[in-house]
């Protein structure tokens, strides 16, 4: 049992690596990708934590929310082009309770 809990805690840790701005830019241009420098650099000084995340997606929520493209509208009510819907899809006569 100690050989087992020997290698779940192993396997538990993190090892951090802390890499150097440099060392990431020679490694993306090393795969192939074309590196902005500058903009990287700018990434790399400013962190987002959760709350920001949290409040842009808030933030982009009630913009969907706030629309201005839906003025509000109610359902239109219109007898003669209910009718018309209802005998095309074939549903022209209503139902009666009794």
Same mark, same amino acid.
């Given at each position: 049992?100690? #050989?087992?809990?020997? &290698?779940?805690?192993? &396997?538990?840790?993190?090892? !951090? *690596?802390?890499?150097?701005?440099?060392?990431?830019?020679?490694?993306?241009? =090393?795969?192939?990708?074309?590196?902005? #420098?500058? $903009?990287?650099? $700018?990434? $790399?000084?400013?962190? *987002?934590?959760?709350?920001?995340?949290?409040?842009? !997606?808030?933030?982009?929520?009630?913009? /969907? +929310?706030?629309?201005? $493209?839906?003025?509000?509208?109610?359902?239109? !009510?219109?007898? &003669?082009? /209910?009718? &018309?819907?209802? !005998?095309?899809?074939?549903? =022209?006569?209503?139902? +009666?309770?009794?």
């Amino acid at each position: 049992m100690a #050989k087992l809990n020997h &290698k779940i805690k192993l &396997k538990s840790r993190v090892v !951090q *690596k802390v890499v150097s701005l440099t060392e990431m830019e020679e490694d993306l241009e =090393a795969k192939g990708y074309e590196v902005n #420098k500058e $903009s990287l650099r $700018s990434r $790399s000084r400013v962190r *987002k934590t959760i709350k920001d995340i949290e409040e842009g !997606q808030d933030r982009v929520a009630k913009m /969907a +929310l706030d629309d201005e $493209s839906d003025d509000g509208d109610e359902l239109m !009510q219109d007898d &003669k082009l /209910a009718a &018309k819907e209802g !005998q095309e899809r074939g549903r =022209a006569k209503k139902r +009666l309770r009794d």
